[in-house]
């Protein structure tokens, strides 16, 4: 069994670090009649041709939040992304689950200063936290502030998550 810690960035030595946009789009927003993967380099593809030769060519990776149920109330918030270029590390200065709720809101997690490293690689999961939510419910709403997920070949880049509503597996 592999365990995750969570390392928040006060915990951290203060760098100099430059944050790079990035493009993330949704997985609902891609074909669903190809694979994820080829999806995601006919899109750097398209890009990348887009771009004139002043311009610094950029990587496109599709995140999203995910939730599974464990046992009973127990469910895993886990941030998953697919493409070109490995990540090694996810922050954000603030990440939240909520009901779906508009009458009567209700938030099962909040994460202030989460700092995750995870195994480099271009498609993968980050384990984010434990959360309770009832086995009534089986969507919620996922977001993150700040979220930025450090590139091996770019450094941090800024990443901005589709917040959105998440089936519960």
């Not at 915990?11 to 993330?24: G, H, K, V, W």
């Not at 891609?30 to 610094?56: G, H, M, R, V």
């Not at 959360?131 to 770019?154: C, D, G, H, M």
């Amino acid at each position: 069994m592999v365990t995750q810690s969570i390392v928040y960035s006060d915990q951290m030595a203060p760098s100099n670090e430059i944050n790079i946009d990035t493009t993330i789009i949704n997985r609902r927003d891609l074909p669903s009649n190809i694979p994820l993967e080829q999806a995601t380099i006919n899109l750097n593809k398209e890009k990348n041709a887009k771009l004139d030769n002043n311009s610094l060519s950029k990587g496109i990776t599709v995140v999203s939040g995910y939730i599974i149920r464990m046992s009973g109330n127990t469910c895993q918030l886990y941030i998953a992304w697919s493409g070109t270029d490995p990540i090694h590390i996810w922050r954000a200065s603030n990440i939240r689950v909520t009901n779906l709720s508009l009458l009567n809101p209700y938030t099962y997690l909040i994460v202030n200063n989460f700092y995750q490293r995870t195994t480099a690689a271009a498609t993968g999961t980050c384990y984010v936290s434990a959360i309770n939510i009832p086995t009534s419910e089986s969507r919620a709403n996922v977001y993150a502030s700040t979220l930025q997920a450090y590139y091996l070949s770019f450094d941090w880049r800024s990443a901005l998550i589709n917040n959105g509503t998440v089936v519960i597996n």
